[in-house]
């Protein structure tokens, strides 16, 4: 009964909450989950003081990014990688490894960047070179296998004119005091030019400039 958006931001509550994504709201173990949340009042009322909490003190007003579709995730605004990939109807969000998601029925390429990235962390083929340029402009360097010339690296290239959409989320540091840390979402990209194949680099333009805020951690200054 609830809008698309509400959906998907239901999707991204439970996955938070019970770590899987819902195919079947009716399922039995999906409404005993939420009937002994509900049930509990003490658990509700601690994600309340929770909730209320973090509103108290965003200092990020959010904006819709035109994705083609119902997508509850606001621009400048901070997600795990489940929320991210539940909110465009990736119910599996769990097998994806790599900083690169591409939905196709979504039409879009999601990308995961970890600007700092730690020795222990990351292998020599993944020790990739992203920064912003400025706030307009972003470096990124895709995997290393992938080519100028491979399906993935045209779909890159010319994905204006085939009609898909690149989203970019960064994070500073892969782990944070509470574990894996969020990605903060920078918004659509645009393709302006590419260096070198296997792996490519490439410059995007963002759509929405990085605020000033953000722009000292995503900068080559800071990271490297």
């Known amino acids: 009964?609830?809008?698309?958006?509400e959906k998907r931001m239901m999707q991204m509550f439970y996955v938070t909450l019970w770590q899987s994504a819902v195919d079947d709201w009716d399922a039995p173990e999906v409404k005993q989950n939420l009937a002994e949340l509900c049930n509990s009042k003490n658990m509700f009322s601690e994600l309340m003081e929770i909730l209320n909490y973090n509103l108290?003190?965003?200092?990020?007003?959010?904006?819709e990014v035109d994705l083609g579709f119902d997508c509850p995730l606001e621009l400048y605004c901070t997600y795990t990688?489940?929320?991210?990939?539940?909110?465009?109807d990736f119910k599996?969000?769990?097998?994806?490894?790599?900083?690169?998601?591409w939905l196709e029925d979504k039409m879009v390429d999601v990308f995961f960047v970890t600007?700092?990235?730690?020795?222990?962390?990351?292998?020599?083929?993944?020790?990739?070179n992203d920064y912003s340029i400025n706030e307009e402009f972003f470096h990124w360097q895709s995997q290393s296998t992938t080519s100028d010339t491979s399906p993935t690296g045209q779909r890159y290239i010319n994905h204006v004119h085939e009609g898909s959409k690149i989203l970019l989320f960064v994070r500073e540091f892969k782990k944070d005091l509470a574990g894996?840390?969020?990605?903060t979402?920078?918004?659509?990209?645009?393709?302006?030019?590419?260096?070198?194949?296997?792996p490519m680099n490439i410059t995007w333009h963002l759509d929405n400039p990085i605020p000033a805020k953000y722009i000292k951690k995503t900068s080559k200054l800071e990271v490297g």
């Open 1 to 5: 009964m609830l809008p698309e958006a």
């Open 115 to 128: 600007l700092n990235k730690a020795d222990k962390d990351y292998s020599p083929t993944t020790m990739y």
């Open 185 to 198: 979402y920078l918004g659509t990209a645009k393709y302006v030019s590419h260096y070198g194949s296997r």
């Open 92 to 101: 599996k969000p769990q097998t994806v490894r790599e900083g690169v998601k």
């Open 180 to 183: 894996a840390a969020p990605y």
């Open 81 to 88: 990688r489940d929320q991210i990939l539940v909110a465009m």
């Open 56 to 63: 108290e003190r965003i200092d990020v007003v959010g904006d």
